[in-house]
């Protein structure tokens, strides 16, 4: 039977780790997979996280099983982070093993609750998402999203598209740091999104992987907050893969905002989705970011680091954009500065790419993304002159 098997396509993002990883030049440089790095290039376990496993590993007294739904003390945690506030009286809410764990439920959840659901995409999206999406059979539809002009968001172009949504569809959104353009929606245009929404009857999903790497914790979930308030129904996919830095605990939470009418049966059916695919869910990594969120003492150590992350990220942009402004003798890399989180598209052509990867040793993913956490100091004027010696 294993004999039918056919090769599936490789993960690009994935794909280029490896390759980075067998490249014996040493002065090579990733700005692939979105990991943040120091400017030593290490993906430092936060002190928080160091500090609650210490406390946990002396205080855990069992491993046996919390529920199918995960520990409630995280799923109440994480919505206040997201939210803001519990919303408790349409709120259902499942642990899963990280972000696309989350996003994986919730497309199981749609396809479950509407099979003729379409899902509207931005053009483009974190290619992970249509791989799920295709594997699982559900339609999708693109929507314009970035100008490749301006490197800003084409937000005409992504109204135009979006007013063709029918009732019962459901409009994918990243909630900050757009992956992987880094270009985001301003808030009158959330609330644009919102209208729209609930003009045509289509259920917005927010993915929301970057919390706290954009413009800070609460800003970066006022999209989120603002659509969890205007719209009946909402799923958002979190992750605490970044903000924590617990990328291999795989720690993400699945909400979905009902009416109150329907929130038990809401969590009753997320509790059966987790019960399918994994069972309970990893409890590790939501225990410690349970434990960090709790204790007012290692809640403000880990906002205080993940602060000097996010400072440090736009420092790099400012920098580049100045770096490139002075190479290049013009302004055409000012969106560099201006978008936010992890993540810039550069705008250039799959060639371009190709010749800093082979010339220069600089690898980001072949649409041109660059993940900004892998530069540190003295590798952006190196990267600002590859730039501009392969044409870009
Ligand atoms: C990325 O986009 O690089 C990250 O979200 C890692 C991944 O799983 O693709």
Request: net charge negative.
């Amino acid at each position: 039977m294993l004999g039918n098997l056919k090769p599936q396509p490789a993960d690009k993002i994935l794909q280029l780790m490896g390759q980075f990883r067998a490249d014996p030049r040493e002065d090579k440089i990733d700005l692939g997979v979105g990991v943040y790095k120091s400017a030593d290039g290490v993906t430092p376990v936060m002190r928080a996280v160091k500090a609650a496993e210490k406390q946990l590993w002396e205080t855990e007294t069992t491993k046996s099983y919390t529920g199918l739904a995960g520990d409630p003390a995280f799923n109440a945690a994480m919505a206040t982070l997201v939210l803001g506030e519990a919303l408790s009286d349409r709120l259902s809410s499942v642990a899963t093993p990280g972000g696309t764990g989350a996003c994986r439920q919730a497309f199981e959840l749609i396809r479950l609750a509407n099979p003729e659901a379409a899902l509207w995409v931005s053009d483009p999206t974190w290619p992970n998402h249509l791989s799920i999406l295709n594997y699982l059979k559900i339609p999708t539809k693109p929507y314009r999203y970035f100008d490749g002009e301006t490197r800003a968001v084409d937000f005409d172009g992504m109204m135009a598209d979006l007013a063709a949504v029918k009732a019962g569809d459901v409009v994918l959104l990243h909630g900050c740091c757009h992956n992987p353009t880094g270009a985001n929606l301003t808030l009158p245009e959330w609330r644009a999104v919102a209208d729209l929404c609930e003009k045509t009857g289509a259920m917005p999903m927010i993915d929301i992987a970057y919390q706290g790497f954009g413009d800070g914790l609460d800003d970066d979930a006022a999209g989120v907050r603002l659509i969890a308030e205007r719209l009946p129904e909402v799923l958002i996919a979190a992750s605490c893969s970044k903000n924590f830095g617990i990328y291999r605990e795989r720690t993400g939470a699945l909400i979905a905002l009902s009416e109150p009418a329907k929130r038990e049966v809401t969590q009753g059916t997320l509790a059966f989705l987790n019960r399918q695919n994994y069972s309970f869910p990893p409890d590790h990594g939501a225990r410690l970011v349970t434990m960090i969120l709790e204790d007012p003492a290692l809640r403000g150590d880990w906002q205080a680091e993940l602060e000097e992350m996010r400072l440090g990220m736009l420092g790099l942009r400012e920098q580049l954009a100045k770096e490139l402004r002075t190479l290049s003798g013009s302004d055409r890399f000012g969106f560099i500065a201006e978008h936010r989180g992890m993540f810039s598209r550069l705008g250039a052509s799959p060639e371009q790419v190709e010749r800093l990867k082979s010339e220069h040793g600089i690898y980001m993913v072949g649409d041109s993304r660059l993940n900004i956490a892998g530069l540190n100091a003295k590798s952006v004027p190196v990267l600002a002159s590859a730039i501009l010696d392969v044409g870009i």
